[in-house]
């Protein structure tokens, strides 16, 4: 039977909650993501091995029942049925169409949920199979070859190889379609780099940590020369023989967890050496890591070696802050909440700012460090990605251009950065390391304001700060609301509204309110209406950035990257001041490491009309308060 009318036929009652169809289709993905062993391991301990469809139909009807809403049970097996066995059929590629398993059910949503020619009758239940979109990248034909390029660094080990486990776990990389490639200068075999790897690889049985590293192979070479390079394609060109690939259609994704100045050599050898062969249903994308660039010349000069060797479509410039989930939650909250929307404007906010602190120094990355500095580290990266989220325009729709085109409305509308508007410190000791020069002036904290000249937010302040060897360690945006005009309750010397979104740790949104305290007395205080993630999502495991980001890449959504002529706009905002510092115009002044920072920082809040609120700490809820 056809997949899309097999599903049609399966799903007509596919009604209850939302939750309960999300439950449903959540459990078939996770199905259709496990290995062929787990999977022949659970059909067999489930059914025998003669069981057909309709079968196993049956068996759903009696042992599977909802955890949401057992009453519900002739509306949750139909949907749970269908869902698994679209996949079923899709990953035994059993559709008699002569289209791919991806291209029916492509075909079958498209058409209105229905293989008949009347829509009517696909209408009861679509919602059901909608949240498919979430797991179709599990029908995408073509096998998979992920690159890690600088597979021997501290950033592959800890961030880009635990990413790809993550997702290996949870079944968006599988077994049978995804190889991983490992490839540096560094002479070790196979086993030497999954030794290496194994132990940043958490929360998995070691029989699933072992299976995950069998996908991993290595190939040693230099950046500069075609032999490496020639007998990594050699490799990924086995790999994607023996899957019995239909020619043009494999996957090939290059992970550069390298400096930046080995970026032209790397993208030139995968240019010639490595591409796909051909653009049929595959391709060949690229991600890169920031830094990119020093300042403006050098990014665009960047940019241009890269552009041309890939379109836009095939570079992905990641910055790992467009990856949490609270960054991610900004455009929900601001465009979906009418309660936001009156109010997100200069006639209600009187500045915002948006935080970074560490509560440590640059811990033997000194010599690395000095050459970038607190600014290009953290601020021109991280913090004005966040910014552009904040203070962006509505984007026409969801399309990842047409959300990058209003980030670049917002880096344009920037007006130039005052000196008077900018602190800059180094904390003490911070010279005492080998690699740093004695007379280094590098900032390793720096608080400084951007004004946008624009309707909105003319006259409000965005104070980015940032810094290292601090006393404590946060990520966050503090939104400061104007005075309530007519204060009949003598209550501003207590605090004004803030809207706090803490990025990390303890992932949370807050809103400090003045209320009344409890007694007899008409007496005020400050307190808030919280939503801390941990408590109310303790079952949710909020996934890494990397996982996000290297899933989105799989998928081709560029939505949270960065876009070249967005690059450009953000170093256009930065590098008059980066070259001042640079020529010692600006000079960094010294504070103790565990502290606030220069106390210069707080007067330049303060005279940006920050209003701090003395007697008031936001103390994240756990459950025994409860």
């Known amino acids: 039977m056809p997949l899309a009318r097999f599903v049609i036929t399966s799903r007509f009652t596919c009604s209850g909650t939302e939750q309960e169809r999300g439950w449903w289709v959540r459990q078939a993905g996770g199905y259709a993501g496990q290995s062929g062993r787990e999977r022949r391991r659970d059909d067999e301990s489930r059914r025998g091995e003669g069981d057909s469809v309709e079968e196993e139909g049956k068996r759903v009807r009696t042992e599977y029942r909802s955890p949401i ?9 139909h949907c749970q049925f269908a869902a698994v ?46 949240d498919l979109k979430d797991i179709e990248l599990s029908s995408e034909s073509g096998c998979l070859s992920i690159v890690v390029l600088g597979a021997s660094g501290d950033l592959a080990k800890k961030k880009t190889f635990p ?4 997702l290996f776990q949870q079944g968006f990389l599988q077994s049978g379609e995804v190889h991983i490639f490992g490839y540096a200068r560094s002479d070790i075999s196979d086993d030497g780099l999954r030794e290496r790897i194994r132990g940043y690889l958490k929360g998995a049985s070691d029989e699933v940590i072992s299976e995950f590293l069998q996908l991993i192979k290595y190939v040693s070479g230099s950046y500069n020369s075609s ?4 007998l990594l394609n050699k490799t990924i060109a086995e790999h994607e023989n023996s899957k019995s690939n239909k020619p043009g259609s494999s996957r090939r994704l290059f992970y550069l967890a390298l400096p930046p100045s080995v970026y032209p050599s790397v993208c030139k050898m995968i240019r010639s050496y490595c591409m796909n062969p051909s653009s049929n249903d595959g391709w060949t994308r690229v991600i890169v890591e920031k830094p990119f660039g020093k300042d403006l010349d050098s990014a665009e000069e960047l940019s241009a070696q890269l552009g041309e060797l890939f379109n836009e479509q095939q570079l992905y410039r990641i910055d790992h802050y467009l990856g949490k989930e609270l960054v991610q939650n900004l455009l929900v909250l601001r465009f979906a909440n009418r309660l936001f929307l009156p109010l997100w404007n200069r006639d209600n906010i009187a500045n915002v700012q948006i935080v970074f602190r560490e509560d440590f120094g640059t811990e033997g990355r000194g010599g690395y460090f000095d050459q970038y500095g ?29 959300i990058r085109d209003e980030k670049v409305k917002v880096l344009q509308s920037v007006t130039p950065i005052n000196h008077d508007e900018v602190v800059l410190g180094q904390y003490d000791g911070y010279k005492d390391d080998s690699t740093v020069p004695d007379d280094s002036n590098t900032p390793t904290f720096a608080s400084l304001v951007l004004r946008v000249h624009n309707e909105r937010w003319e006259g409000v302040p965005f104070i980015l700060k940032a810094g290292k060897a601090l006393n404590n360690r946060k990520a966050e945006i503090r939104v400061q609301f104007k005075d309530a005009p007519g204060d009949i309750f003598k ?22 309110l003045t209320v009344k305290k409890p007694g007899l007395e008409m007496a005020t205080e400050q307190s808030e209406l919280d939503l801390s993630y941990g408590l109310r999502y303790q079952d949710v495991k909020i996934p890494e950035a990397y996982e996000r980001l290297i899933l989105d890449t799989i998928r081709g959504d ?49 005279r940006m009309g920050y209003v701090q609120t003395h007697g008031y700490v936001w103390i994240p809820p756990t459950l025994s308060k409860f």
């Not at 559709?95 to 293989?115: C, D, H, I, N």
């Not at 990605?385 to 251009?401: G, I, N, R, T, Y």
């Open 69 to 77: 809403n057992r009453t519900q049970n002739h509306h949750s097996y």
């Open 85 to 130: 066995s679209l996949f079923r059929l899709a990953k035994s590629n059993l559709a008699t169409t002569g289209l791919s398993p991806k291209e029916e059910t492509r075909q079958f949503f498209m058409s209105g949920g229905s293989g008949d020619s009347s829509p009517a009758s696909g209408r009861a239940s679509l919602s059901c199979l909608s």
């Open 163 to 166: 990413a790809l486990f993550h």
């Open 227 to 230: 032999e490496g390079f020639e």
């Open 374 to 402: 607190i600014i290009r580290d953290i601020i021109q990266n991280h913090l004005l990605q966040v910014f552009c989220l904040v203070a962006m325009e509505k984007p026409v729709s969801l399309k990842p251009e047409h």
């Open 491 to 512: 209550c501003k010397k207590q605090g004004r509204n803030e809207f706090v979104i803490r990025l990390q740790p303890s992932e949370a949104m807050y809103m400090k």
């Open 558 to 606: 560029q939505q949270h990257f960065v876009r070249r002529d967005e690059l450009r706009a953000a170093w256009e905002i930065f590098t008059p001041l980066l070259h001042d510092i640079d020529a010692g115009k600006l000079k960094a002044l010294p504070y103790k490491p565990g502290t606030r920072g220069p106390s210069e920082a707080d007067e330049l809040s303060k």
